[in-house]
């Protein structure tokens, strides 16, 4: 004959496959938490920046759980509406 069995390339096409399906299924929830992580990293950037800033005008975003929560998952929008709920109480 001059060619591999059918079956041996069929194992190995299903080998192959499942490779790319178990890489998929590990990579997503990778890409989730790497957002998470960079909108942290952004939005304590930028609680840090006003707070740096703030102290010129008195307006003062403490840093706790809760905000760091907020920030954390909404990133920006998140420092924007602790910001303006700052600063409407």
């Known amino acids: 004959m001059f060619g591999a069995d059918i079956g041996i390339v069929l194992a190995y096409s299903a080998g192959i496959m499942l490779i790319f399906m178990l890489s998929w299924i590990l990579v997503i929830p990778f ?3 790497g957002k998470f992580v960079l909108n942290a990293l952004i ?3 930028l609680i840090i ?3 740096f800033f703030g102290q010129l005008t008195g307006v003062n975003i403490g840093v706790n759980e ?4 907020i920030v954390g998952l909404l990133g920006v929008p998140g ?3 602790i910001l303006a709920i700052k ?3």
């Open 31 to 33: 890409k989730i938490v």
């Open 43 to 45: 939005g304590g950037f």
């Open 49 to 51: 920046l006003f707070n």
């Open 66 to 69: 809760i905000t760091a929560l």
């Open 79 to 81: 420092f924007i509406a």
């Open 87 to 89: 600063l409407i109480l």
